[in-house]
C-alpha cells in the first residue's frame, strides 16, 4: 500500500501562484510514477500531470501547460505541483494519484486539498 497525503491547497486570488505537496509513504517511492488529477463540482475528475519514477519525464493536460509544473524529490518521498497565473477555472479538489512504474492504472490516492481562485 501507498499513502498519500495532499497539502498546500487554498484560496488565492487569480494570476496569484500556489505549490501543492504531495507525501507518499508505505512503499519505495522512486518505484511509482505519480499523478496530479482535479475534480471541480459537478465535473468529472480530469488530469493535470504526471512524473515519471524518476522525474526524468513529465506530461501536463493541455489546459494548464505553460502554467503548471509537477516535480519530484525522492530523497523527500515528495511530489509536488507548483500552479503559476491560476484562474477561476483552476478551482477543484487536486488529488495526487500513485501507480507503479509500467502500470497502466492509478491504484493509489490521496483525500485531496481544495484549491480556490477567485477572480
Known amino acids: 500500500q501507498v499513502q498519500l497525503v495532499e497539502s498546500g491547497g487554498g484560496l488565492v486570488q487569480a494570476g496569484g501562484s500556489l505549490r501543492l505537496s504531495c507525501a507518499a509513504s508505505?512503499?519505495?517511492?522512486?518505484?511509482?510514477?505519480m499523478g496530479w488529477f482535479r475534480q471541480a463540482p459537478g465535473k468529472e475528475r480530469d488530469f493535470v500531470g504526471a512524473?515519471?519514477?524518476?522525474?526524468?519525464?513529465?506530461y501536463h493536460a493541455d489546459s494548464v501547460k505553460g502554467r503548471f509544473t509537477i516535480s519530484r524529490d525522492n530523497a523527500k518521498n515528495t511530489v509536488y505541483l507548483q500552479m503559476n497565473s491560476l484562474k477561476p477555472e483552476d478551482t477543484a479538489v487536486y488529488y495526487c494519484?500513485?501507480?507503479?512504474?509500467?502500470?497502466?492504472?492509478?491504484?493509489?490516492w490521496g483525500q485531496g486539498t481544495q484549491v480556490t481562485v477567485s477572480s
Open positions: 508505505g512503499r519505495t517511492f522512486s518505484n511509482y510514477d
Open positions: 512524473i515519471n519514477w524518476s522525474g526524468i519525464s513529465t
Open positions: 494519484a500513485a501507480r507503479y512504474y509500467g502500470s497502466t492504472s492509478w491504484k493509489f
